[in-house]
């Protein structure tokens, strides 16, 4: 398994403004997953990040919303831009093993006033 | 039709009680099958992980998956207070690259 550590675990942010979460893994891997996780809900998936590539956004989520960066292989941040109470959320970086395992980390809790 | 199905609960159990949560899907594709256990404002945890049909154990948890059924469980025997927090099921095809996930189940355990 991978330790993922998530920065910041939580913050209170002002509506209109930006957030930059941070991700950083114990070990090289090649997937990295940004999830998010509204309260009675799935796990939605926000983007894949792969390094040295654009990241590849799922349907209802857009780069300049939520641009992503991936500079190595251990390493993602997520930002999340323009904020609205609608973001309210706890957001989740997660890698794959490859063999259909998942891991994640602690997640951020993201409060938009 | 959602792809992947589980009541949500709110599910509650006396201390030592066995309890089993489900999950239903609908893609025969799916070949891995994953149960996440998370503890409030923390992280899912992975729990028990499968590969195709069939039975895996690990202490106090059992993992059964039923392709033909399409229908996947998760028994906790001699439950615990400490076991006291959501239950996601997850599962994948065969890329082991695209995940999906059931809503959760919350679970009390009573002491």
């Known amino acids: 398994s991978a330790v993922i550590s998530q920065k910041p675990s939580r913050d209170i942010c002002q509506r209109g403004t930006s957030l930059t979460i941070q991700c950083q893994v114990d070990?090289?891997?090649?997937?990295m997953f940004w999830y998010r996780q509204q309260p009675g809900q799935s796990l939605t998936l926000i983007a894949t990040?792969?390094?040295?590539?654009?990241?590849?956004?799922e349907s209802g989520f857009v780069i300049d919303k939520f641009p992503i960066s991936r500079p190595n292989l251990t390493f993602s941040t997520l930002t999340v831009s323009n904020m609205s109470p609608e973001d309210s959320s706890i957001y989740l970086c997660?890698?794959?093993?490859?063999?259909?395992?998942?891991?994640f980390g602690e997640g951020s809790r993201l409060t938009v006033l | 039709q959602k792809e992947v199905e589980q009541d949500p609960g709110p599910l509650s159990v006396p201390e030592g009680a066995i309890v089993s949560l489900n999950c239903t899907y609908s893609?025969?594709?799916?070949?891995?099958f994953m149960w996440y256990r998370q503890y409030s404002r923390k992280g899912p945890e992975l729990l028990m992980y499968?590969?195709?049909?069939g039975n895996k154990e690990d202490g106090r948890f059992t993992a059964q998956v039923d392709k033909s059924s399409k229908y996947i469980s998760l028994f906790i025997r001699d439950s615990q207070p400490s076991d006291s927090a959501t239950y996601l099921c997850?599962?994948?095809?065969?890329?082991?690259?695209?995940?999906?996930f059931g809503t959760g189940t919350s679970l009390t355990v009573i002491p």
């Open positions: 997850a599962m994948s095809g065969n890329t082991g690259n695209q995940f999906y």
């Open positions: 070990s090289q891997v090649t997937m």
């Open positions: 997660s890698v794959g093993s490859g063999i259909g395992e998942l891991f």
């Open positions: 893609n025969s594709a799916f070949q891995y």
């Open positions: 499968t590969y195709s049909s």
């Open positions: 990040a792969n390094q040295g590539s654009e990241a590849t956004y």
